[in-house]
């Protein structure tokens, strides 16, 4: 006699309750670190007078190059501006940059990658000689030739490392295209007689873009550590402007007196960096079904 009872399988849907959100008692410490990190950067750069009351502007020679301590926990600059207060509104101008940067990498990146995967032959051919000689210069060397054109300045900053950074989403939204133009739904639309305009839009975008953001939290750190480079090298925000970059160059001729100007920023920027990395990491290794 054959048994009609549906068989339970595998692939059901999975249903929203307490056991969804039981994968989250193993989330690393390591990323529930830099997720805490995160966090409280975000927080520095929305709220910074709730942090650090301070005026970061405010001048006082008689206070100037204080040691860390009650009054001062990160010390005074030559100038006697709270390195504390600076710091804290620092990142309001490092986390703008570096998400306005990427923002604009992925939203370029990925209407390059449609058209030249989308597209195919002729099309697909320039798209990638252009990118591939784009991708033969370092980013940092590319950001620095885009602010030589264009100008300093925080908004020719974020331009600059943006435009170095679309090649490299071009190249993953353009592989990730051609892998799912091959997938059986796609070509039974397409023979179905959907238009190809229509396919693109419904199916090979939601399966390409997904896997991109998860990629732009690695961007993110990295175009905050591109901004901070330029800066340092004098083609980013000008005085005094509380930039991690730009207090890294002031602190650099102190370092032996004065250690602490430049430190700060510096320990600010690496979290910054690492913690971003990190999630990023995490979040790909999710998708890939590794963690």
């Known amino acids: 006699m054959t048994d009609l009872a549906p068989e339970v399988t595998d692939s059901a849907p999975r249903r929203w309750g307490p056991r969804a959100f039981s994968g989250l008692r193993r989330v690393p410490f390591g990323v529930a670190l830099a997720t805490l990190v995160v966090i409280f950067l975000v927080l520095c750069a929305l709220f910074p007078e709730l942090i650090a009351p301070k005026d970061p502007y405010q001048l006082s020679l008689l206070h100037s190059l204080r040691a ?28 703008s940059i570096g998400l306005g940067a990427t923002l604009i990498a992925v939203t370029v990146g990925l209407l390059v990658g449609l058209i030249a995967g989308s597209a195919g032959g002729a099309v697909d051919l320039a798209f990638m000689r252009i990118i591939d000689v784009l991708l033969a210069f370092p980013a940092l060397f590319m950001s620095m030739a885009v602010v030589a054109l264009i100008g300093k300045g925080s908004l020719n900053v974020l331009l600059a490392i943006a435009i170095a950074e679309i090649p490299r989403y071009a190249r993953i ?97 690496t979290l910054t960096v690492v913690s971003t990395t990190v999630l990023g990491r995490y979040l790909k290794a999710l998708s890939d079904g590794r963690a």
């Open 68 to 95: 860390p301590s009650l009054a001062f926990p990160f010390g005074t600059d030559q100038l006697g501006r709270d390195i504390f207060s600076r710091v804290v509104h620092g990142a309001s101008y490092s986390l």
């Open 173 to 269: 939204v353009r592989s990730q295209v051609l892998v799912v133009r091959q997938s059986g739904y796609v070509e039974a639309a397409l023979i179905l007689g959907q238009r190809r305009w229509v396919t693109l839009l419904r199916h090979v975008l939601p399966n390409t873009i997904g896997p991109l953001i998860v990629l732009s939290t690695l961007g993110i750190g990295s175009a905050i550590l591109s901004s901070a480079a330029l800066s340092y090298l004098g083609l980013g925000p000008k005085p005094p402007t509380p930039e991690w970059g730009l207090m890294l160059a002031e602190g650099q001729g102190y370092l032996r007196k004065a250690w602490w100007i430049g430190v700060f920023p510096g320990i600010f920027a």
